[in-house]
């Protein structure tokens, strides 16, 4: 006969199990049935089902997993063209108000002319040009957003930006300058209106973490998990490689 198995995986069971074990019971919440999860580390030839990805200008190309890499990569190719860009984004089924966070493994082969944005917007792949059309403002193309973004039509640092029913959040200044061709990981974690940003280097330690930056999006609008590239003038075709996205938030607001 085989071992017993845990029938009852939820929340209320595990904190009847570690009663005031707050640091253990968080860790281990995610594998229960009161959070819903996404984990993909891009192994196989093709992405599976439920991503969306557009290409647009001369030599872009769409979220394409590349073959025989070690743990599995997907890349974003900007191509050559001037605004040239590619997305790749879920389904619109993440909100504020159930805490939802996006953390993505993400590296850039070269950090010039380039724009990057990493988090959650409310529009899926191929509405927009990018959730913010320029950082420095900010200004932007989605009305409810949060999201890391390199643009270096403004400076070289990730930072974090957010529009609330189309109005800016004060931008989170990190000044963490990404390192061509190293892996980072980017999180972006979403508490009813306010959003926080957190860096972890390429082996998962932190490197950062901000406060909760206030009005950063509508707490009801449902928003995707979103990483997308786009080239700042015509010049050498960027590559944005995804080794793994990860997604959770809870099932619902009494959870």
């Given at each position: 006969?085989?071992?017993?198995?845990?029938?009852?995986?939820?929340?209320?069971?595990?904190?009847?199990?570690?009663?005031?074990?707050?640091?253990?019971?968080?860790?281990?919440?995610?594998?229960?049935?009161?959070?819903?999860?996404?984990?993909?580390?891009?192994?196989?030839?093709?992405?599976?089902?439920g991503?969306?990805?557009?290409?647009?200008?001369?030599?872009?190309?769409?979220?394409?997993?590349?073959?025989?890499?070690?743990?599995?990569?997907?890349?974003?190719?900007?191509?050559?063209?001037?605004?040239?860009?590619?997305?790749?984004?879920?389904?619109?089924?993440?909100?504020?108000?159930?805490n939802?966070?996006?953390?993505?493994?993400?590296?850039?082969?070269?950090?010039?002319?380039?724009?990057?944005?990493?988090?959650?917007?409310?529009?899926?792949?191929?509405?927009d040009?990018?959730?913010?059309?320029?950082?420095?403002?900010p200004?932007?193309?989605?009305?409810?957003?949060?999201?890391?973004?390199?643009?270096?039509?403004?400076?070289?640092?990730?930072?974090?930006?957010?529009?609330?029913?189309?109005?800016?959040?004060?931008?989170?200044?990190?000044?963490?300058?990404?390192t061509?061709a190293?892996?980072?990981?980017?999180?972006?974690?979403?508490?009813?209106?306010?959003?926080?940003?957190?860096?972890?280097?390429?082996?998962?330690?932190?490197?950062?973490?901000?406060?909760?930056?206030?009005?950063?999006?509508?707490?009801?609008?449902?928003?995707?998990?979103?990483?997308?590239?786009?080239?700042?003038?015509?010049?050498?075709?960027?590559?944005?490689?995804?080794?793994?996205?990860?997604?959770?938030?809870?099932?619902?607001?009494?959870?």
């Amino acid at each position: 006969m085989a071992n017993n198995v845990i029938m009852l995986p939820t929340r209320d069971s595990l904190k009847r199990k570690l009663p005031g074990n707050d640091k253990v019971f968080s860790l281990l919440e995610l594998l229960t049935l009161n959070i819903d999860k996404w984990d993909d580390s891009f192994q196989g030839d093709t992405l599976h089902g439920g991503y969306q990805s557009t290409a647009s200008g001369a030599g872009s190309a769409a979220a394409a997993i590349v073959e025989g890499t070690v743990g599995g990569i997907v890349r974003l190719v900007t191509g050559t063209a001037d605004a040239g860009r590619s997305d790749l984004s879920l389904g619109l089924h993440y909100r504020g108000n159930l805490n939802a966070v996006v953390a993505v493994r993400i590296q850039v082969d070269v950090i010039t002319s380039l724009k990057i944005e990493v988090g959650f917007t409310d529009v899926v792949s191929g509405t927009d040009a990018g959730a913010v059309d320029l950082k420095a403002t900010p200004s932007f193309n989605a009305t409810n957003c949060a999201l890391w973004i390199l643009d270096t039509n403004d400076n070289a640092y990730w930072e974090g930006v957010a529009a609330q029913a189309g109005a800016a959040a004060t931008t989170v200044e990190a000044a963490i300058s990404p390192t061509a061709a190293e892996w980072e990981w980017l999180i972006v974690a979403l508490k009813d209106t306010a959003a926080k940003y957190i860096r972890l280097n390429g082996d998962g330690e932190k490197s950062y973490e901000s406060d909760w930056q206030t009005s950063a999006m509508t707490a009801a609008t449902n928003l995707t998990p979103w990483v997308f590239a786009q080239a700042r003038t015509g010049s050498a075709s960027k590559n944005v490689d995804i080794d793994r996205i990860i997604c959770w938030q809870r099932m619902s607001t009494g959870s």
